[in-house]
């Protein structure tokens, strides 16, 4: 596997936030959206380690947290490994029960697998990201009761986008919007939600940008 970097923490954001978790995350990606945050994690200039799954699975043992979070840039331009590391480490379980597991993926790329401990984050790239055409077309048919979808906004214009595929896609799932940090105020993003009666949809803030410095890595 393909690693930048794995450390625990909390889950920042999503269904399981605040929660102690687990992070791995890997190397390389399909887009280049124009807020990225861990723009260190692609690119023929970063650093990566390359480790057999078992090096990571023992990796993520050692952390001790039920919950283990998989992200990237695209882990899922490594699905064959992701999946193996799934399969062996759900062999297993912790103190707290089973290990349960979180793909972060950007929406171009839907679930090649599904396991009951497995869901998917599915990042839904609106119109100022610059990378809005390479969301699959099936994202939103894809999804799962348990799976999540985020709107990741910046301006008027992407809560609009966002409206209009919850209305006419109606995905499964739980929904999230947060803000592109520093770019648009979370009051804008209540305020839009009342107006259009968004009821499926829940704000959310990335709290570990509020913890530590918005551009630590390793939290």
């Known amino acids: 596997m393909n690693v930048i970097e794995r450390f625990s923490s909390i889950e920042g954001e999503g269904t399981r936030q605040g ?5 791995l995350r890997l190397y390389d990606c399909n887009l280049r959206c124009v807020y990225c945050d861990t723009t260190y994690s692609y690119g023929d200039e970063v650093d990566y380690e390359v480790q057999s799954v078992e090096d990571v699975a023992d990796a993520l043992r ?3 947290n039920r919950y283990i979070t998989i992200t990237g840039g695209e882990p899922l331009l490594q699905a064959d490994e992701v999946e193996q590391l799934i399969d062996v480490l759900s062999r297993e379980t912790t103190p707290f029960g089973p290990y349960e597991f979180n793909i972060e993926t950007n929406g ?3 679930a090649p697998f599904q396991r009951d401990n497995v869901f998917y984050t599915y990042d839904y790239k609106c119109p100022d990201s610059s990378a809005e055409e390479s969301m699959h077309p099936k994202l939103c048919e894809a999804m799962t009761d348990k799976d999540v979808l985020k709107f990741v906004v910046s301006s008027y214009g992407d809560l609009q986008r966002m409206k209009e595929i919850v209305l006419t896609k109606k995905p499964k799932g739980h ?3 947060p803000p592109v940090f520093g770019k648009i105020d979370p009051q804008e ?3 839009y939600l009342l107006k259009n009666n968004l009821q499926q949809i829940r704000l959310q803030l990335q709290i ?6 918005p551009d630590a890595k390793g939290v």
């Open 19 to 23: 929660s102690l978790c687990s992070f």
């Open 62 to 64: 050692q952390m001790g």
């Open 108 to 110: 171009s790329i839907i």
């Open 175 to 177: 929904i999230f919007v």
């Open 189 to 191: 993003i209540v305020a």
């Open 208 to 213: 570990h940008k509020f913890i530590w410095d």
